[in-house]
């Protein structure tokens, strides 16, 4: 009898051992430290704090044009730019794309097809290949459009001149006072290219900052527990704050007029807010460990790090690190690095808590 009390109770270890050593992974709501009314105050003060944080961490370099040295041709702005894309960076190796990896090779899916194929980074490449080309064939596009009206503008000028200098391709002159015109206009037309190319950055940017954010927010605001939220409250005022310092450089560089700077830094500085309303909306109802939560978000966060990556990477550091102004200036490049490694390292930080 005994023996067959101590089979049976070996039995039991071997078969509830892996349910005790993986009691954490549960696909039902979790409902310790619960508190709706304590997580309500703590989301309702998330909701102020990250709003005038983005607002303000958006329009600083704005505001920053009036300020000699906060503005984007003085050194300081790299450095500061260069910051914000170490944070944005960050977001997405460190806080987005391991989310979505939880997400899509969590228990709780079916086998087939989440733990057949590696979703998360196949998402991501697919969003970072569609970035490119969105990227490409708008930067192009607008390109076309601001050499057609350097030639349409040097036609013009050629006919109050009395002359027909159009032939396909700008002129070029031997005159003094013509040769001046000409390069003038060649070099707005530049200009326009650049400024457009900004505004394909910013727009860009901003669609994979909020799809990111709409989703972590809904998430904030679904919890209705304080010790989830607490660290969640800090980490994306600090995050919202300097990805809105990096998404404002890009608007400030684009050159964006009174209306669409109002219109983007609103639209981006709602969005955290808005998923933590939509979320406290859905707290009775969301399961974030259901499939169809867990598929979306994973989907959503895949894409949005694919996004980040590729817009910190290509767009913000590459565009600013190979910029003849700062490879001409060895103490500007080397502030750069290091703002750069302290913005990254700062938000890698974060992840310790949040």
Known sequence: MAANQKFLILVLIIVLFPAIVLGDCTCDDDDD??????????????????LVASFIGVLLPVWGKKIPSLS????????????????????????????AFESLTSPCLPDNPWAKFPFTGFVAMLASIGTLMVDVYATSHYKKMAGSKGIQAVAEEGDRNGESNLSGVLPLHTHATHGHAHTSLSMEGDTLSTQLRYRVISQ???????????????????????????PLLAALTFH???????????????KFNARAITIMAIFFSLTTPAGIAIGIGIANVYNENSPKALIVQ??????????????????????DFMNPKMQNNGKLLMGANVSLLFGAGCMSLLAKWA
């Open 33 to 50: 430290d619960r508190n709706r009314s304590l997580a309500l105050k703590y989301k309702s003060g998330a909701i102020a704090s990250i």
């Open 72 to 99: 984007p041709e003085n050194n300081l702005f790299f450095v500061i730019k260069a910051f914000a894309a170490g944070v944005i960076l960050a977001t997405g190796f460190i806080h987005v794309l391991p989310d």
């Open 204 to 230: 860009v940017l901003e669609l994979g900052i909020i799809v990111h954010s709409v989703i972590i927010g809904i998430a904030m605001g679904a919890s209705d527990s304080p010790k989830t939220i607490r």
């Open 240 to 254: 919202q704050f300097f990805e809105g310092v990096g998404l404002g450089g890009c608007i400030t560089q684009a």
């Open 298 to 319: 994973g989907i959503f966060d895949s894409a949005s790090a694919g996004i980040l990556i590729y817009m910190a990477l290509v767009d913000l550091l590459s565009a």
